[in-house]
């Protein structure tokens, strides 16, 4: 029997990993040992996978190679293509990825192999073919052709370019890169603990990623970026509105989106970079209004509850200057965490234990069994 239970299993170490690290207090995370600081908006999501899935920084001989064998894999197959008009009508589009990116596995080359040479093979593939499922979901569900992939683009570009219908200027590229660099991974959140613990049982890639998309899907964890969204488009008049917003909520006991962290003490690094984009795009769309308002609702939610902004707060105006419809922000978030989700897998499947925890029992005792015609 536990010793003691802990509710969420806070502060309960349920993984050794060398992928990604936190420090709660100070604010600071590492993935492999390189902090946030210093290699946010410096390196590609490109070498972001190779750091992740393969463990060090790419040379640029490794880096084309990856970003060739990405290329290659950015196609759906017939299955999921024959699914795709299925899942466009009803449900959000998370729902409709969740059974996209499950079928998937149908015309993998790698169906039915789970070494972890296979699973190698399998992440690289997921990490190419997700963008693509959520830019065809898009082309499909506003009845219309996603654009061709342009090979000089990355795959930031790319989607912005696919999601978009047009080109893509340099900076929006470079800082929506960067917004996927900064996702990429986040240690034991609930969808990579989710898939770690699918893959524990030997089940393959591909099912872990799917009960992923299910947790990463809720508005406590990648959900609550479009949460932002509705929440910040919802408030009507000036800047000003926003204190009497804030407070009717804490007021009713309503949790604000975009704030909180199980880990973090202080201020997520990736909330400092995110809310500096924001800003650049207010200024280069012209369109301060969100920026404005995600400011105040900064202000006011600390001044009232000391709560700091998590990654998924400042995403929200970030996706938006974009372009990127509100209701794709969390799959754009899978787009970058397929990165982290795969990594995981992979390392969880190199050195395997099933992940069974233990539960603390609050239910009735000494019952007896009673005939059902006298119950
Ligand atoms: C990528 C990501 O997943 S980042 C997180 C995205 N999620 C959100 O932004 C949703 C809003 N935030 C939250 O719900 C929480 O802060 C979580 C889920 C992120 C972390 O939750 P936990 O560590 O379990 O903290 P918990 O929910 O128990 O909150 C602790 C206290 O702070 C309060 N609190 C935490 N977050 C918020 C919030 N966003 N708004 C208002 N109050 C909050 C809780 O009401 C609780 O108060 P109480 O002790 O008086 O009851
Ligand atoms: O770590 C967490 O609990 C949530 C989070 O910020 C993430 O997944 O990026």
């Given at each position: 029997?536990?010793?003691?239970?802990?509710?969420?299993?806070?502060?309960?170490?349920?993984?050794?990993?060398?992928i990604?690290?936190?420090?709660?207090?100070?604010?600071?995370?590492?993935?492999?040992?390189?902090?946030?600081?210093?290699?946010?908006?410096?390196?590609?999501?490109?070498?972001?996978?190779?750091?992740?899935?393969?463990?060090?920084?790419?040379?640029?001989?490794?880096?084309?190679?990856?970003?060739?064998?990405?290329?290659?894999?950015?196609?759906?197959?017939?299955?999921?293509?024959?699914?795709?008009?299925?899942?466009?009508?009803?449900?959000?589009?998370?729902?409709?990825?969740?059974?996209?990116?499950?079928?998937?596995?149908?015309?993998?080359?790698?169906?039915?192999?789970?070494?972890?040479?296979?699973?190698?093979?399998?992440a690289?593939?997921?990490?190419?073919?997700?963008?693509?499922?959520?830019?065809?979901?898009?082309?499909?569900?506003?009845?219309?052709?996603?654009?061709?992939?342009?090979?000089?683009?990355?795959?930031?570009?790319?989607?912005?370019?696919?999601?978009?219908?047009?080109?893509?200027?340099?900076?929006?590229?470079?800082?929506?890169?960067?917004?996927?660099?900064?996702?990429?991974?986040?240690?034991?959140n609930?969808?990579?603990?989710?898939?770690?613990?699918?893959?524990?049982?030997?089940?393959?890639?591909?099912?872990?990623?799917?009960?992923?998309?299910?947790?990463?899907?809720?508005?406590?964890?990648?959900?609550?970026?479009?949460?932002?969204?509705?929440?910040?488009?919802?408030?009507?008049g000036?800047?000003?509105?926003?204190?009497?917003?804030?407070?009717?909520?804490?007021e009713?006991?309503?949790?604000?989106?975009?704030?909180?962290?199980r880990?973090?003490?202080?201020?997520?690094?990736?909330?400092?970079?995110?809310?500096?984009?924001?800003?650049?795009?207010?200024?280069?769309?012209?369109?301060?209004?969100?920026?404005?308002?995600?400011?105040?609702?900064?202000?006011?939610?600390?001044?009232?509850?000391?709560?700091?902004?998590?990654?998924?707060?400042?995403?929200?105006?970030?996706?938006?200057?974009?372009?990127?419809?509100?209701?794709?922000?969390?799959?754009?978030?899978?787009?970058?965490?397929?990165?982290?989700?795969?990594?995981?897998?992979?390392?969880?499947?190199?050195?395997?234990?099933?992940i069974?925890?233990?539960?603390?029992?609050?239910?009735?005792?000494?019952?007896?069994?009673?005939?059902?015609?006298?119950?």
């Amino acid at each position: 029997m536990a010793d003691k239970s802990s509710r969420g299993l806070a502060d309960i170490v349920a993984a050794t990993t060398s992928i990604s690290d936190i420090d709660g207090e100070e604010g600071r995370l590492f993935y492999r040992g390189y902090d946030i600081q210093d290699i946010g908006g410096r390196i590609s999501f490109e070498e972001c996978v190779h750091l992740l899935q393969r463990g060090t920084l790419p040379t640029r001989q490794e880096l084309d190679a990856l970003t060739e064998e990405l290329m290659a894999a950015q196609h759906i197959g017939p299955t999921t293509e024959a699914l795709l008009p299925h899942v466009t009508s009803g449900g959000t589009p998370m729902e409709a990825l969740r059974t996209l990116v499950s079928s998937l596995s149908a015309d993998d080359p790698d169906v039915g192999d789970s070494s972890i040479e296979a699973d190698r093979r399998k992440a690289t593939r997921l990490v190419a073919q997700m963008p693509i499922l959520v830019a065809r979901y898009e082309a499909a569900r506003q009845g219309r052709q996603a654009p061709q992939i342009d090979p000089e683009l990355s795959i930031a570009g790319n989607f912005l370019l696919q999601i978009g219908g047009e080109r893509p200027s340099e900076r929006a590229a470079e800082i929506f890169d960067a917004c996927l660099v900064l996702h990429a991974d986040h240690t034991m959140n609930a969808s990579t603990f989710t898939a770690r613990v699918i893959a524990a049982t030997l089940s393959d890639i591909h099912s872990a990623i799917t009960g992923a998309m299910g947790a990463l899907r809720g508005p406590l964890h990648g959900g609550a970026n479009e949460a932002v969204m509705n929440t910040l488009s919802s408030i009507e008049g000036d800047v000003d509105a926003v204190d009497e917003f804030v407070r009717a909520e804490l007021e009713a006991g309503r949790k604000l989106m975009g704030f909180g962290h199980r880990v973090y003490k202080t201020e997520d690094p990736r909330a400092t970079f995110l809310r500096k984009m924001s800003e650049e795009l207010a200024e280069l769309t012209g369109n301060r209004r969100y920026y404005e308002f995600s400011r105040r609702m900064e202000q006011v939610v600390f001044d009232a509850k000391g709560l700091y902004p998590n990654v998924d707060f400042y995403a929200a105006s970030v996706y938006h200057a974009l372009g990127i419809p509100t209701d794709l922000f969390t799959p754009v978030f899978a787009i970058s965490r397929m990165s982290g989700w795969t990594a995981h897998v992979i390392e969880q499947h190199e050195d395997n234990r099933l992940i069974r925890p233990a539960s603390e029992y609050t239910g009735p005792t000494d019952q007896r069994w009673v005939e059902i015609s006298e119950r």
